[in-house]
């Protein structure tokens, strides 16, 4: 059984950072790319950034480029994004998810290709 798990979600002030994790089990998971992907109240879920399989490759939504920064350890089948700058506008419930297009395409109107999805961890930014 595929479990997705987010975890590193808080509350914080404007200009503060956070570090999310995700980790990954019952797949393979240097055999996926891996996104991150966010929903604010209201408001529809939109792609925050994609790695490659490797790591060889990442991608930003333009309003987190520059801020936020994606990694992963395939040693360790985890996934990270380090937030910088935070702003109040960052506030949503963020979700890892796992895609079998390895390297990230179409991963920002492309959601269903993501095949496995966490819960998601709350970010609250402060103004």
């Known amino acids: 059984q595929v479990q997705v798990v987010e975890s590193g979600g808080g509350l914080v002030q404007a200009g503060g950072s956070l570090r999310l994790s995700c980790t990954t089990s019952?797949?393979?998971?240097?055999?996926?790319?891996m996104g991150w992907f966010r929903q604010a109240q209201w408001k529809e879920r939109e792609g925050v950034s994609c790695i490659t399989w490797s790591g060889s490759a990442t991608y930003y939504a333009d309003s987190v480029k520059g801020r936020f920064t994606i990694s992963r350890d395939n040693t360790k089948n985890t996934l990270h994004l380090q937030m910088n700058n935070l702003q109040p506008e960052d506030t949503a419930m963020y979700y890892c998810a796992a895609s079998p297009n390895v390297y990230c395409g179409g991963w920002l109107t492309g959601a269903s290709d993501f095949a496995h999805w966490g819960h998601g961890t709350q970010v609250t930014v402060s103004s």
């Open positions: 019952g797949l393979t998971f240097d055999d996926y790319a």
